[in-house]
């Protein structure tokens, strides 16, 4: 599902225009975003969590030169899905 799936879905479920579900899906996506960056943890009870990972700095190789190369530290968000979420795509 992409998030034009999800829009029409919203849309047909909730029995509202295209452009009032667009705006749900957007004003819930850009406050996640907003507290991922801020280093805040989301958690939806029955579906996961969003948190961000720290990763050091580490030395690479390019794997076209074989050359090595400085990776900076950097810090990425984590999915990590409920127990709900997985006993459901598990069956």
Known sequence: ?????????LAERSKVP?????EVVETVFEAMKSALVQGQR???RGFGSF????YNAYIGRNPKTGA?????PKRLPYFKP??????????
């Not at 295209?18 to 667009?22: H, I, L």
């Not at 948190?51 to 720290?54: F, L, M």
């Not at 090595?68 to 900076?72: A, G, H």
Request: glycine share 2%.
């Open 51 to 54: 948190v961000n990972r720290n």
């Open 42 to 44: 989301i958690e939806l």
């Open 1 to 9: 599902m992409n998030k034009s799936e999800l829009i029409e879905k």
């Open 68 to 72: 090595k190369i400085e990776v900076p």
């Open 18 to 22: 295209k452009k009032k579900a667009e």
């Open 82 to 91: 409920g127990k709900e979420l997985k006993l459901r795509v598990d069956r």
